[in-house]
């Protein structure tokens, strides 16, 4: 991945089940990402169209990334978007194992074969304060009508079970709640169905994102609440629009497994980026 000229900016477009993300690599060229720029990126028609831009910068560990969504927001955490940088690094570096930090913390991941690769994506926030909501309460059934479960996993989620998750117009739905006044910092909002033991069907509406094909800190935040709520085993199944994730709660954290895909390198051009200024 090179830029043509110095003042080109170079990214790659990247996807985990159709979630898909531009990441900029500030190891090569110090990268500033300002909010107008991710918006601008971000747009499908005159950008380049994202659900979550990524910066690699050098870490602590093998690499550190920062997430933006694409209302120009940040995010602590991405699990997608890290299980897709982790493999671009690990075929980078010939490694089948990283330590990645992100606000969330220091993340391992792990090459898990036939083309998969894992995250441990660390235990899940379960405390009110942790999440965050606005108050005090028991975080298993919120007083909210269909009694969902908040969960933490460096970004807050609101996941309600329901008997179809496929019939839910996520559309009206996911904002309705993405703002609701028990979530001070928003929330990413599921609907999940039960399957099996071991099986959910799950839909996503991000914060500051919209509906997305998939969500991987979605997917480990519904598994946690499944498991919590008896419906479910700690490891579980999980398919949304765009395809499937393995989730495993363990003693270290809820790991995360599934395809990544690196679909094409370009650069953004002087043009473009002169016209945020």
């Known amino acids: 991945m090179s830029a043509r000229n110095d003042t080109d900016l170079a990214f790659m477009k990247m996807h985990g ?8 690599d500030g190891r090569v060229r110090r990268v500033d990402v300002t909010p107008e720029l991710a918006v601008a990126i971000a747009d499908r028609r005159l950008g380049v169209g994202f659900d979550q831009l990524a910066v690699i910068s050098d870490g602590p560990g093998d690499a ?22 982790a493999r671009f690094l690990m075929d980078e570096s010939g490694r089948d194992s990283l330590r990645l930090t ?3 913390g220091e993340l391992r991941a792990v090459d898990a074969g036939d083309g998969l690769t894992s995250v441990n994506m660390g235990p899940p ?6 999440i965050p909501l606005a108050e005090e309460m028991d975080t298993l059934e919120l007083p909210v009508e269909g009694g969902p479960t908040a969960t933490g996993m460096g970004n807050p989620h609101c996941t309600f079970f329901v008997e ?3 019939a ?8 309705r709640y993405e703002h609701h006044p028990l979530y001070p910092e928003r929330t990413n909002v599921q609907v999940a169905s039960l399957i099996a033991p071991d099986h959910l069907r799950m839909r996503v ?24 709520r008896g419906l479910t085993g700690r ?20 790991w995360m497994t599934g395809p990544t895909m690196h679909v094409f390198d370009g650069v953004l051009t002087a043009q473009f980026l002169r016209g945020l200024t």
Do not use: M
């Open 17 to 24: 089940l159709g979630n898909d993300f531009v990441v900029l």
């Open 64 to 85: 550190h990334l920062t997430f933006y969504n694409a209302d120009g927001s940040t995010s602590a955490a991405c699990g997608n978007a890290t299980r897709c940088i």
């Open 102 to 104: 992100t606000e969330r």
């Open 125 to 130: 926030q379960l405390d009110w304060r942790d």
């Open 164 to 166: 179809d998750a496929t």
């Open 168 to 175: 839910v117009p996520l559309e009206q739905f996911g904002p």
């Open 205 to 228: 509406w991000e914060r500051g994102v919209g509906v997305t094909l998939a969500s991987g800190s979605s997917s480990c935040a519904t598994a946690v609440a499944a498991a919590r």
């Open 235 to 254: 490891k579980v199944r999980v398919d949304l629009d765009g395809g499937t994730l393995h989730i495993d709660w363990r003693e270290d954290g809820v």
